[in-house]
């Protein structure tokens, strides 16, 4: 069965007004749109067009309760995904996810204390880990991920400082290590303070000298932008720490248990684990838990986490981080039939969205049409499924379809 679904976008404030109306084909009403959730997650399960189709149900978390075995198969308990469209037009909150292990210590340490689920400060909704990946689908999508070697953080804070002396203390604590530096900023004293103050100020000095040459590296121009937002957040100095990430269209990074990151701008298709625990240290007015953030972060640098999917056939190719439970497969042309090679594998239970053009998904029992910013539920009966363009529509026409793995 090929169930149409749809979904009402989140309206965080850092989210663009116009990205997901557009791709969806509505009405851009001036309000911020920032994500649109394509899943069962219980915090915003997806809408079915066509109730009738199941029975009368009005959400897929409606229908996976009252008939699992149909929407799931006989061997899964859930849907091992929640599929998202973001749009960011301003940074998203500092963060981190956990491990499964930290998860679940997590999840029963704050229901041992008592802590509501709905409660704003607490930390662990679910007892899951947040494993995530995001493809572009704007030209540039931009965002901080990872820590990189402190050697490349250290060059760029001497050169910000140009021998004035006031990131002196910042140097220091980047000689002793990064959890060290991490952990001085966030616990935030006096002296923390100051170099959160001047760091800001430095590196829009530098901005405004770079001129219209822009000749400032993009990690101080991101501090810059973000002093202006967050003026006195110890994540304007953590960004210098960090990879400045930029993914053209169609380009994927990966951010598994203990990334550091935060989305900056653009849109994208995210991919992660149905759970909703996220760690923030800030750039952001939610809540922050600074223990509970240092507990889980991954300090070790590593490079910039880009993600290269797998080429199955000249148009199919997916994403799939080892050991995470789901896979993203983007099947895509130029207003051919895609023909031969162009079926999308599938394990169990999926998710597509169309994202360009107009696509026939073919299934063993049937087929549906979709059209750009259109979404259907896929039973796993209907295994593999065939992608198919309009081919008289001259134009590209691209799917991205949720799966496991």
Request: charged residues 20%; glycine residues 10%; contains cysteine.
């Amino acid at each position: 069965m090929f169930l149409g679904i749809t979904n009402t976008p989140r309206d965080y404030a850092w989210g663009s007004v116009s990205a997901i109306p557009e791709l969806l084909g509505r009405t851009v009403t001036g309000v911020p749109q920032a994500e649109l959730w394509l899943g069962a997650h219980a915090g915003s399960p997806s809408v079915v067009v066509n109730p009738a189709m199941v029975g009368g149900a009005d959400t897929v978390l409606d229908w996976i309760t009252a008939e699992p075995e149909t929407a799931l198969g006989t061997d899964r308990s859930g849907l091992p995904f929640l599929l998202k469209v973001l749009a960011a037009a301003a940074p998203l909150s500092l963060q981190a996810h956990p491990t499964p292990e930290q998860a679940r210590e997590g999840f029963d340490r704050e229901e041992a204390a008592g802590v509501p689920l709905d409660d704003p400060a607490r930390n662990y909704k679910d007892p899951f880990p947040k494993p995530e990946l995001v493809v572009a689908l704007s030209e540039r999508f931009e965002a901080l991920s990872g820590f990189r070697p402190v050697a490349d953080a250290l060059a760029e804070v001497e050169v910000l400082d140009a021998g004035s002396g006031r990131l002196g203390p910042l140097v220091v604590h980047l000689q002793h290590g990064l959890e060290d530096t991490v952990r001085w900023l966030e616990e935030t004293d006096d002296s923390a303070r100051a170099v959160i103050g001047a760091v800001g100020h430095l590196a829009t000095e530098a901005v405004a000298a770079a001129g219209a040459d822009g000749r400032v590296t993009p990690n101080t121009a991101t501090a810059a932008d973000l002093a202006r937002a967050y003026p006195e957040d110890p994540g304007v100095v953590v960004s210098l720490l960090m990879h400045r990430v930029t993914l053209a269209r169609g380009e994927a990074m990966y951010l598994p248990a203990g990334n550091i990151h935060a989305y900056l701008d653009g849109l994208g298709i995210e991919l992660m684990a149905p759970s909703d625990n996220v760690l923030r240290g800030g750039l952001t007015p939610k809540h922050v838990d600074v223990p509970e953030l240092l507990r889980v972060l991954d300090f070790t640098p590593h490079p910039a986490p880009l993600l290269e999917p797998e080429h199955l056939a000249p148009a199919v190719d997916r994403f799939a981080p080892e050991g995470v439970g789901f896979a993203l497969v983007r099947v895509t042309n130029d207003g051919r039939p895609v023909g031969a090679g162009g079926t999308a594998p599938l394990d169990g239970p999926s998710i597509a969205i169309c994202t360009e053009g107009v696509v026939t998904l073919v299934g063993a029992h049937s087929a549906t049409l979709l059209r750009r910013g259109e979404s259907c539920y896929i039973t796993p009966d209907e295994g593999d499924v065939t992608v198919e363009a309009d081919a008289g529509s001259g134009t590209t026409a691209t799917v991205f379809i949720a799966t496991g793995a």
